[in-house]
C-alpha cells in the first residue's frame, strides 16, 4: 500500500528534482510527457513539459511520478498557471512511495540484446570542452537566414548589433586559446557573462529555462577555483566590474558560441556611457540565436570535419531497463567522452520473438576508475512497442491500470 513520506524526506526529495534534473512523468491516455522542474521548489513548483499537454487547464489536477534511485514516488499537484510547455502549481503537500504497482528497472533479460548509435554526426574537437551537450535547434531567427554564407551571416549579425552597442568582437578559439579571465570563464562554463550595468553587480538569478547566466555565485566559484581567498572574493567582484565601468563601458555582454559540447568562440559586445541603452534579456536571446547559426554554418562549410568521428553502431553493458528507459555502461574512452546528457542515441532492442527500433536520451551520467554509466529516456516509443517492452520485461499483459502506474524513469 502506498505510504506517504515525511515532511524531511519530502522536501529533500522535491530539491532533489530540481537539483538532479529528474524527470518526472505525466500519463494521459497512452499518451506520456516528461516534465523537469525549473526552480528549487518553495511554496510553488514550476515546471517545463516536453511538450506542451493537450487539453490541460487551470486547476486540472495532475497526477506525477518519477523513480529516486529505484524507488518510485507519485504526487499529485493542481496546475495554477501553463504557458506553452510552461505549468506551476502549488508545491504537493503529500509524497507517496511503497507503490502496489512498481514497474520500476529490472535486471536485463538474458536474450536481449541492445545495441547503440548516434543520432547525427559527433566529433572530437580541440576546442574548451563544458559538461553538457548543446543540440541544434531552428527558432525562428535561425530559419530566416542562410548558414551557408557565413560572410553574410556575419555581416547581418553586425548589422543588428550596431543598433544595440558601441562595438562589437567576434573571436574564434581555433587559432587562439581563452586566455582573459571572461574568455576563461566562458570556456569552462559555457554560459553567459551579463553585465546590464558597470554601476551594479552580477545578475543573482537566472530568467532562462535551460540556464545561460554567468550568476554571480558562479563568478564567485571561478574566484575561488582560481585561488582568490574567500575573504577576498567580494573585493575581486568589484574590482572586475569597476575595472570595465572605468573603461568607459556601461553595459557588458560575452556569448558563448556552443557546438555540441564545444565551447568554439564567443560574440562579446559592449555599450560606451551615455551611448546605447544597457543590455536586456530580449538582446541576449537574439544574440544566443545568432552564435547557433554561427556554429551552424561554420559545420555546414567544414570549419569541424577533420574531427568527425565514424558513427559506428556500439554496444553498451545493460545494468538495469524499464519500459520508459535504461542504465548502461560503457568503459571510459573518447567515444564515453562523446555520451553527454542531451544527446540523442538510436537504439535497437533485440529479443528472440522482435527487434524494437526506438530513440534514448541521455539524461544523465556518472562514472568511476573504470568506466561511465548512462541513464536513457525512450523517446516517443511506438505504442505497440511499448506494450511489447513492457510484457517482455515484466513478465505480465500491459492494462490500462497498468499503465497509470507504469514508472522506472533512469
Known amino acids: 500500500m502506498a505510504t506517504p513520506i515525511k515532511r524531511i524526506e519530502k522536501d529533500f526529495l522535491l530539491k532533489s528534482l530540481y537539483d538532479e ?43 506525477l511520478m518519477f523513480d529516486y534511485r529505484g524507488q518510485v514516488i507519485i504526487f499529485s499537484v493542481e496546475v495554477a498557471t501553463i504557458k506553452d510547455e510552461y505549468i506551476s502549481a ?26 547503440f548509435s548516434f543520432l547525427g554526426d559527433r566529433y572530437s574537437l580541440s576546442y574548451p570542452k563544458t559538461n553538457e551537450f548543446e543540440k541544434e535547434e531552428q527558432g525562428d531567427l535561425v530559419r530566416s537566414l542562410d ?40 570556456a569552462e562554463t559555457g554560459k553567459t557573462l551579463y553585465l546590464p550595468s558597470t554601476l551594479g553587480r552580477f545578475p543573482l538569478d537566472d530568467p532562462f529555462p535551460k540556464k545561460r547566466l554567468i550568476t554571480e555565485e558562479i563568478f564567485r ?33 560575452w556569448a558563448p558560441i556552443l557546438f555540441q559540447e ?53 554496444d553498451g553493458k545493460i545494468i538495469d531497463i524499464s519500459a520508459s528507459g535504461l542504465l548502461f555502461a560503457y568503459p571510459n574512452s573518447l567515444h564515453a567522452s562523446t555520451l553527454m546528457p542531451d544527446s540523442e542515441l538510436s537504439v535497437q532492442l533485440m529479443t528472440p520473438r522482435r527487434t524494437v527500433n526506438t530513440r534514448a536520451k541521455i539524461v544523465r551520467r556518472y562514472k568511476d576508475n573504470v568506466q561511465g554509466y548512462f541513464g536513457c529516456r525512450f523517446l516517443d516509443m511506438a505504442p505497440e512497442d511499448l506494450r511489447f517492452l513492457f510484457e517482455y520485461i515484466y513478465g505480465k499483459p500491459f492494462t490500462d491500470t497498468d499503465a497509470e502506474f507504469l514508472s522506472g524513469q533512469v
Open 21 to 63: 534534473q529528474i524527470p518526472v512523468m505525466y500519463l494521459k491516455g497512452q499518451t506520456q510527457y516528461i516534465l523537469i522542474v525549473e526552480k528549487p521548489p518553495k511554496g510553488q513548483i514550476f515546471f517545463k513539459a516536453d511538450r506542451p499537454i493537450d487539453g490541460l487547464k487551470i486547476r486540472r489536477k495532475l497526477d
Open 262 to 314: 564545444y565551447v568554439i568562440g564567443y560574440i562579446h559586445i559592449w555599450a560606451n556611457k551615455g551611448g546605447k541603452p544597457p543590455f536586456d534579456f530580449g538582446i541576449i536571446d537574439t544574440l544566443y540565436q545568432f552564435s547557433k547559426i554561427l556554429a551552424s554554418s561554420l559545420r555546414i562549410n567544414g570549419y569541424f570535419e577533420s574531427g568527425k568521428l565514424k558513427n559506428d553502431p556500439f
Open 221 to 253: 566559484r571561478y574566484l575561488e577555483s582560481t585561488g582568490v581567498d574567500l575573504q577576498f572574493v567580494d573585493e575581486a567582484c568589484t574590482r572586475f566590474i569597476k575595472q570595465k565601468s572605468e573603461a568607459g563601458i556601461f553595459s557588458d555582454l
Open 147 to 186: 548558414p551557408k554564407n557565413l560572410s553574410g551571416l556575419v555581416d547581418q549579425m553586425a548589422a543588428w548589433i550596431k543598433g544595440y552597442a558601441s562595438g562589437y568582437k567576434l573571436i574564434i578559439f581555433r587559432d587562439v586559446k581563452p586566455d582573459s579571465t571572461e574568455e576563461r570563464l566562458l
Open 90 to 115: 502549488a508545491e504537493p503537500e503529500f509524497l507517496y512511495k511503497n507503490l502496489d504497482r512498481s514497474f520500476s528497472r529490472v535486471a536485463t533479460p538474458q536474450d536481449l540484446q541492445v545495441r
